[in-house]
């Protein structure tokens, strides 16, 4: 499986498609063999225990990420702000708050994104910020 560096505001666009079509083999296509993911609520490590995550803890949920806003790249690095909604399929939680079918819940969240010498995500913190 061939991999796709993120060297652009595009190819960011393109990764959040991929995740928001749950077209996970694109989606991984972007990340290292032995990426650590730094999610809301947990550290994850390797793209098997990274799409099992996406997956079933948020089974309750369908995630969508916005349009990437204020990226700024760095040395092999990349941060960046977005909007993020969750529409609850079914009841659920999210950091420790239930949810009823039905319900929505919107926040910004800021990325930062270590890559490897070939441009793909190597490591991935995501800060949440909810509004009120």
């Given at each position: ?6 060297a ?46 996406w ?30 909604r ?16 039905g319900?929505?819940?919107?926040f910004?969240c ?23």
């Amino acid at each position: 499986m061939q991999g796709h560096a993120i060297a652009s505001g595009t190819d960011i666009e393109n990764f959040f498609k991929a995740f928001n079509d749950h077209d996970w083999e694109t989606a991984m296509r972007y990340m290292s063999d032995d990426c650590v993911w730094d999610a809301s609520e947990k550290r994850l490590t390797g793209k098997k225990n990274i799409v099992d995550y996406w997956t079933n803890y948020h089974a309750s949920f369908r995630e969508t990420l916005g349009k990437p806003e204020k990226i700024v790249f760095g040395d092999h690095e990349v941060y960046l702000q977005v909007r993020i909604r969750l529409d609850f399929i079914e009841d659920g939680s999210f950091f420790g708050k239930t949810y009823r079918k039905g319900d929505a819940l919107e926040f910004g969240c800021a990325d930062f994104y270590e890559l490897d010498d070939e441009g793909r995500i190597r490591s991935g913190c995501v800060y949440v910020k909810f509004f009120s």
